[in-house]
């Protein structure tokens, strides 16, 4: 399979990343159905990409063809079978759950075409741990976007030691091909690069406001304005989800056992609340 082959993209998931990568795969030139077990998550990923489109338009960075263009390229549906059945390329960008990840990667190699490549976008979990739920192995890989994906470049491709090096070239032209950088890790790793980057700096984080250090608040202007950073690490958790933190953190910690891998009581407290940052409109912060 080639770059060329790819006519039209399923993404599974209408959430924060998946609305989004519809939106760049449909900028890009591809047809692409976007699925969700929620109708009122498909309904606020269609106003998203109706109400985005037109401001980059208005902003000088769209022409009004290219908007046009690109909403008529998205479509949004319950119907899971209609959205995959005949995708060339599926990106998934469901919940951070093994289980659900499994059966839906079990479902897709059965209802998409055998040539279809079935990538996760998933931030932790490796490919390897879904792939065995298909017969394509060879054609599963990991597709890691950044939040928030219209805007951010990287795009980390995972390719294990069950994934094609045809699949993984094909992933990083598609890559290119939607505008961002990709960079590719020829063996898998928890966390891949930049998270095991981050999770290391909001271990800390953490565990200085657990232990009454400092407050979340001024651990975050410790670190943008003494290390740089644009974005201080519990603002960060709530703008990607303080939900996705825990169930990462969870995920580790019942793989290895390790009690130093528990996530924070600050962690926890926090989603046992559901102030999940900002889609719960509170986090670590409060946002009107």
Same mark, same amino acid.
């Given at each position: 399979?080639?770059?060329? /082959?790819?006519?039209?993209?399923?993404?599974?998931?209408?959430?924060?990343?998946?609305?989004?990568? &519809?939106?760049?795969?449909?900028?890009?030139?591809?047809?692409?159905?976007?699925?969700?077990?929620?109708?009122?998550?498909?309904?606020?990923?269609?106003?998203f990409? +109706?109400?985005?489109?037109?401001?980059?338009?208005?902003?000088?960075?769209?022409?009004?063809?290219?908007?046009?263009?690109?909403?008529?390229?998205?479509?949004?549906t319950?119907?899971?079978?209609?959205?995959?059945?005949?995708?060339?390329?599926?990106?998934?960008?469901?919940?951070?759950?093994i /289980?659900?990840?499994?059966?839906?990667?079990?479902?897709?190699?059965?209802?998409?075409?055998?040539?279809?490549?079935?990538?996760?976008? &998933?931030?932790?979990?490796?490919?390897?741990?879904?792939?065995?739920a298909?017969?394509?192995?060879?054609?599963?890989?990991?597709?890691?976007?950044?939040?928030?994906?219209?805007?951010?470049?990287?795009?980390?491709?995972?390719?294990?030691?069950?994934?094609?090096?045809?699949?993984?070239?094909?992933?990083?032209?598609?890559?290119?091909?939607?505008? +961002?950088?990709?960079?590719?890790?020829?063996?898998?790793?928890?966390?891949?690069?930049?998270?095991?980057?981050?999770?290391?700096?909001?271990?800390?984080?953490?565990?200085?406001?657990?232990?009454?250090?400092?407050?979340?608040?001024?651990?975050?202007?410790?670190?943008?304005?003494?290390?740089?950073?644009?974005?201080?690490?519990?603002?960060?958790?709530?703008?990607?989800?303080?939900?996705?933190a825990?169930?990462?953190?969870?995920?580790?910690?019942?793989?290895?056992?390790?009690?130093?891998?528990?996530?924070?009581?600050l962690?926890?407290?926090?989603?046992?609340?559901?102030?999940?940052?900002?889609?719960?409109?509170?986090?670590?912060?409060?946002? /009107?």
């Open positions: 399979m080639k770059l060329e /082959d790819i006519k039209k993209i399923c993404v599974i998931g209408a959430g924060n990343m998946g609305h989004q990568i &519809s939106v760049c795969c449909a900028l890009a030139g591809y047809k692409v159905s976007c699925t969700d077990l929620s109708q009122d998550m498909l309904d606020k990923a269609e106003t990409a +109706k109400t985005y489109l037109p401001e980059r338009v208005t902003k000088g960075k769209l022409s009004q063809v290219q908007a046009d263009e690109a909403l008529g390229k998205l479509s949004f319950q119907n899971f079978e209609e959205a995959a059945g005949n995708a060339d390329y599926v990106i998934e960008a469901a919940v951070e759950k /289980d659900i990840k499994r059966k839906l990667f079990a479902d897709l190699d059965r209802i998409t075409p055998p040539h279809a490549i079935l990538a996760t976008n &998933s931030s932790f979990i490796v490919s390897s741990q879904v792939a065995d298909t017969k394509r192995p060879g054609k599963v890989c990991n597709m890691h976007f950044f939040n928030p994906a219209l805007v951010m470049k990287l795009v980390e491709v995972v390719q294990g030691a069950h994934t094609s090096a045809e699949t993984a070239q094909v992933t990083m032209d598609l890559t290119a091909k939607l505008g +961002k950088t990709g960079i590719l890790l020829k063996k898998e790793i928890y966390g891949f690069l930049v998270n095991r980057i981050l999770n290391a700096i909001n271990t800390e984080a953490l565990y200085l406001a657990d232990m009454g250090i400092a407050a979340p608040e001024e651990i975050d202007l410790a670190v943008t304005n003494a290390l740089g950073h644009p974005m201080g690490p519990f603002r960060l958790m709530d703008l990607t989800g303080i939900d996705l825990y169930y990462s953190t969870m995920e580790r910690y019942q793989n290895t056992g390790d009690i130093a891998n528990k996530p924070s009581p962690l926890v407290e926090k989603f046992t609340k559901g102030e999940y940052g900002i889609k719960a409109k509170k986090g670590f912060y409060t946002y /009107d």
